[in-house]
């Protein structure tokens, strides 16, 4: 049977592009090279398109952008092409793409724009459409929808930078509307940066500023006590959810290093909750994938508050893939190995 070619996206002009170095390391160790023919497409921090040959183990370390390793090459919007186009030497080279899996995180990748790009080119994609891509990037636009669809997330506000300018009113309303403690977080971005847990006014001050440095847009939550949990969701039409897993971050919430650099994060798959309370969850993580219009894949976050309410935190339209990461773990925990789980989400691109 002729192979498929996947075009495999990393790297991107966003917070998250280490993260995403190291999640398409882990896609392109399991990916099946019987069934795929694959293409390494880098986008450096800086937002240029290379083609990359060289040895995968140099992804992760940073060490891909080698002139030996590296050609200009881009996808293009023209659905004549389907594919990328290689400039060597002044010359363009056509290499034709029958799918693209966009190992990107954050903005520039799992905000909607690339599945703009490929929308425009006709090629399919791993991972939700453009609207739901963006609307689950943005926290704004995700509460929002839950809210409307009665789905319970953490109380919020979001501000905007100009809002800044009276300050002790914003204040005023946020201690009024939330309490301290809060959680302060740029309104698009991942991966915890630019998050913080703040207590009082100054250092609601300092979190706001620091939010609206990664974003134009920050979000205030009133702060959740609780049991951390996650599930993976997989399918188009008739999605389904692997088991619950939870997390156990040492310090004082799920920051960025917690999540990629120490061991500071205790897993747990499956998670520590009654079946009944797993079931709870991958319902609603069912209703809100479908209410936010998620297709391919996506992870759906939550918190168990001590009298069992399911608060839902957010989704992450392309979760982390790295060797730590919960969404594979949950599938090869539920009984569905890596290759396959890489080639479902390729198949459910692709309509076969
Ligand atoms: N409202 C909240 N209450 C308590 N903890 C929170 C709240 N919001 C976020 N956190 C903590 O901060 C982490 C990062 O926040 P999250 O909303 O998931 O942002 P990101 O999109 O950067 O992953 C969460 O994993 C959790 O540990
Ligand atoms: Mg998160």
New binding site residues.
Partial sequence: MKKITVAVVFGGASTEYEVSLESATSVLRNISHETFDVIMLGITKEGRWLRYTGPVDRIAKNEWQQPQYVTQAFLSPDRSVHGIVEIRDGNATVVPVDVVFPVLHGKNGEDGTIQGLLELASIPYVGCNVCASAVCMD?EMTHTILDYNGIRT?KWHAIKQWELTDFDATEAMLREKLHYPM?I?PAN???????S?VTDKESLRKGLETALQVDSKAIV?????GQ?VETAVLGNQDPKAALVGE?V?KVE???YDAKYKDDSTDLYIPARISDETAGRIKAIALKAYKVLGCMGMTRV?F?IQKDGTIVL??P?TIPGFTSISMYPKLWIAAGLPYDQLIETLIRLAIGQ
């Avoid at 939550?221 to 006590?225: A, K």
């Fill in positions: 926290k953490a959680f977080k971005a991942g991966s915890s940066v630019g998050v847990k939550e009133e702060c959740i006590i951390e997390i971050p919430f799920y920051d976050d918190f935190n957010e992450n």
